[in-house]
């Protein structure tokens, strides 16, 4: 309590008045300010600030000496009797303000944050996912976003097969009707290289593009990320943000432009995440590069899109879901994963599975239990066509935070050492096996290795899958799991194991030298792995039924 230079005694009968006055007025000259000031925001702040600050997440918020000139119209005056002995820093708003605690302007006030203390493994996680926007033909939405982003030059990434087909039609009508200037690249391979990733980054640095579009799955969608990444960074090497130990790993710094995701695709999940996967032809194996910064800006999920698509591209894109799924929601907590970041920005994508995560790699599970086997069954089938489109967006919000492991890790020899295998369904001009066929055809295996770690969720997820877990033991969860995917797969007419591609036991030595690079989702793995272990995971993948 403040006081002048009369005498303690002449004051001590209004003390507790004088306290009490002083509470009060603190009270209604701070906190009416603060409800003032969320109130009038929007009311006071014009269009085009609005507009402005919410294409970037924010708000727009006047002054507080405005807000009371323009709302209150009300004059401070001078305190008189008792209150004369306050302070009379309550007459500036401003002044409370600056030390209020309320959410809009608690960002002004200074405190010591408290030392966190940073352990080997890591105590947080966080969400990072494109916004995602649903509905059939919505794609006729993209040109006015382009228009509302102001785009100049827009690159518009696809390729050959889908440059003829309705969903990249349905993007280029919506930009002549809102008059937006592009150049289209048609030359995206499927299962792209780091060589048609370095030709996409030629296109786009040459372009000199203040927008991206990317209309197609995940190969589509992944080449476009890159382009983006190093367009924007044209002085990097190209292994700079590859992820270690292949690349150097490094974190992406530099702003990148804006990037739309059309999927055309029920499987990758691309649209959601910072991940762009390709094949290192120099050492066959498949890697890519994780950031946060290179996940797009805007999902355009169009159910319309996935009427078109083979019954076989349908089954090994709905195979990378049910993979995302399984993997995201059983791969090691990340409380328990290490190294704990020194700063937020090292702290990688795939963080391990947390609560957020679980939740989606859950609700996709269950759309991939219902839908899939009708989707893949019945082109015409919109409800479940457009159910596994979504479910690959929930999985890829799972999956893109969390990680996935062992299925994902083995799966990237097995599509790099491709020898012969040509996938039915799937126009090319060179050997492949599809990334979600190369994932799934592990599955078995695998969860019956990592089951031991956490086999209520082995558990949790069979039943899911069909399996009856009233009388099962929880030891034998990972069997449980193993038995209920074989059978799925069966049902689907999957290849019967590695085999069935082309490889055989000899072959075991370079998938298990194609693997170890992998450190990036195979640490995620719940239970660790050696060598012998992915030699014995290999092996029982040659056949599965």
Known sequence: MHTDSRSAASLRAGAYHIHFTDILFHFLDTYLVCVISHLYTVQTCTATQLRG??????????????????????????PTSTLSTLNTRWQSPLSKILRCRCPSHGHTYSQVPEQA??????????????NI??????????????????????????????????????????LAKYGINFQMYDKVRVEPTDQSFLDAIAFAKKGEFDTYVAVGGGSVIDTCKAA?????????????????????????TVPLKPLIAVPTTAGTGSETTGVAIFDFKELKVKTGIASRAIKPMLGIIDPLHTLSMPERIMANSGFDVLCHALESYTALPYKM??????????????????????VWALHALRIVAKYLKRAIRNPEDREARASMHLASAFAGIGFGNAGVHLCHGMSYPISGLVKIYKPKDYNVDHSLVPHG???????????????QMCPERHLEA?????????TARIKDAGFILADTLRKFLFDLNVDDGLAAIGYSKADIPELVKGTLPQERVTKLS???????????????SMKLY
């Not at 002054?63 to 209150?72: C, I, N, W």
């Not at 203390?117 to 494109?130: K, R, V």
């Not at 190294?339 to 090292?346: F, V």
């Not at 719940?526 to 029982?540: G, K």
């Open 462 to 470: 069979a039943e899911i899958l069909g399996a009856d877990i009233r």
């Open 117 to 130: 203390t940073l352990g080997n493994t890591d105590y947080a996680f966080e969400m990072a996912i494109s």
């Open 337 to 358: 994963r290490s190294p704990c970041p020194s700063n937020p920005i090292n702290r990688p994508a795939y963080q391990g599975s947390n609560p957020i995560s679980d």
């Open 53 to 78: 600050a919410q294409a970037y997440g924010l708000s727009y918020t006047p002054s507080a000496d405005v807000l009371l000139k323009q709302f209150l119209g009300l004059q401070y005056r001078q």
């Open 437 to 451: 066929l190369s994932v799934v055809l592990t599955s078995p295996a695998v969860f019956a290795f990592t089951a």
């Open 133 to 174: 926007r649903y509905g059939e033909g919505v794609t006729k939405e993209i040109g006015m976003d382009l228009q509302n982003l102001g785009a100049r030059r827009v690159c518009l990434m696809t390729d050959r097969n889908l440059s003829q087909l309705p969903p990249v039609k349905a993007v280029l009508n919506s």
């Open 526 to 540: 719940p239970r660790p792995q050696t060598e012998e272990d992915l030699c014995a995971l290999f092996e029982a």
């Open 228 to 252: 983006n990444l190093y367009a924007s960074s044209p002085m990097s090497d190209f292994l700079d943000y590859v992820n270690a130990p292949i690349g150097k790993g490094k974190p992406v």
